[in-house]
């Protein structure tokens, strides 16, 4: 038996779900996962997948999707459902069936119904598992005994979205603690949504406490300043915000920027590097995963560029380039220090207008560019707009830089 936090359950508890909201949950009844939605008031429906997976096991693929026909509860038309919560079904059902499935409950979608999954990345279990919840968004995953296994199937999320039809990656999540290992958690939205990426909402609920026990310094960033004074309460401008997203307050730059994407680049990179990509390569898989929008008017990099090179910084913003518009900015912290911080730190919008900051203990990895200079120069086709310099109290000093697309005279 192993513990597994749902950091993307979390994250729609937080974000997606409000009190009223309809879930379609597909595990079974007895696994005790309901009683989470239950609490918010939530209208749940339980499909019990896994019980016809092993009924129909045996059986050919029309007969298998009739059975799944016969099987799903019937629901008033007027029923439109906000979550889908699959666990880890998807695992153990073939393409076709999948696509049956979204032909069976499309009625009851609508545009931005968010379906959220777990798929394993290492061996494949015989059956899927119990998920049985011990407190807030953390779950007893017990695997069920087969004599004879399920067939299994290996999905990426392009597959995924191929097979599912009409929707799009809102977000990944994996190798974050408290999570098991050999699962990634993935969240596809469905529908012509505005914006694939973008936040529905955001607040201070019980998944920011309960995955981050910690106290942010907050901190005046001038040059941060100056690159939302490009976005700031536009409802067209678009930010993508590159930080972590599960644990964070969104609310506050939510409302300063017209669309808000989110993507955690340094954890979709260091994925990618573990498949064997080139860097180059590694870096346009995870923003294409990213699925962003053209024409993003500011791009909040915080302090992912200390983690790499210069010459990989310039892979890096050489691809987000791309995706700015004209005049558009970026805006990044560059650390004054030896050694870097075991990963990425912690960056959000308080109230006060100013940056709540929380950066990870220093680890042994020496910081890999020279100097701010060359981190600069390894931004040719961009101007410096603003800068400003400090020092994390307790931490260490930091330059700022926000930079601005340069558009060349036509």
């Known amino acids: 038996m192993l513990q597994h936090q749902s950091f993307g359950i979390a994250a729609l508890v937080e974000e997606v779900i409000q009190p009223g909201a309809k879930v379609l949950d597909l595990g079974c009844l007895s696994f005790g996962t309901t009683q989470t939605f239950l609490e918010l008031s939530c209208q749940t429906f339980i499909e019990d997948l896994r019980s016809l997976l092993l009924e129909i096991n045996a059986l050919d693929s029309q007969t298998r999707a009739s059975r799944l026909s016969e099987h799903l509860t019937k629901k008033p038309q007027r029923i439109k459902i906000d979550v889908v919560l699959c666990w880890d079904l998807l695992n153990f059902m073939e393409p076709e069936l999948i696509t049956r499935l979204i032909e069976e409950i499309q009625p009851h979608l609508k545009s931005g119904t968010i379906f959220h999954t777990m798929l394993y990345t290492g061996t494949m279990p015989t059956a899927p598992a119990d998920f049985k919840r011990l407190s807030g968004f953390t779950f007893n ?27 799009s990656l809102r977000d990944s999540l994996l190798h974050r603690k408290g999570m098991r290992k050999d699962l990634i958690e993935m969240m596809f939205e469905y529908g012509n949504v505005k914006s694939q990426n973008a936040l529905q909402a955001a607040g201070t609920s019980g998944a920011i406490s309960a995955f981050r026990q910690i106290s942010l310094t907050e901190l005046p960033l001038t040059a941060f300043d100056a690159a939302m004074s490009h976005v700031s309460r536009s409802p067209i401008s678009k930010v993508l915000d590159v930080g972590k997203k599960v644990g964070r307050n969104m609310q506050f730059l939510q409302r300063e920027a017209g669309e808000l994407f989110i993507s955690d680049l340094y954890s979709a ?142």
């Open 269 to 410: 990179i260091l994925w990618q590097c573990s498949r064997k990509e080139s860097f180059e390569g590694a870096v346009h898989a995870a923003l294409k995963q990213a699925s962003l929008p053209e024409n993003l008017d500011c791009i909040l990099l915080w302090d992912l560029l200390n983690f790499f090179s210069v010459e990989e910084i310039q892979i890096i913003t050489s691809a987000l380039y791309q995706s700015l518009s004209n005049a558009g900015v970026m805006h990044f912290l560059l650390f004054k220090q030896e050694r870097l911080p075991v990963n990425c730190g912690v960056f959000e919008i308080q109230q006060s207008g100013l940056v709540g900051t929380f950066l990870q203990p220093t680890g042994n990895k020496p910081v890999k560019f020279r100097t701010i200079t060359d981190v600069v120069k390894s931004l040719p086709q961009m101007k410096v707009l603003s800068q400003g310099t400090g020092r994390i109290p307790s931490g260490p000093s930091y330059h700022e830089i926000t930079m601005q697309k340069v558009v060349k005279d036509q």
């Open 141 to 167: 995953s017990e695997q069920l005994t087969l004599q004879e296994p399920l067939p299994t199937y290996r999905y990426s999320s392009l597959n995924l979205m191929k097979t599912m039809g009409n929707v």
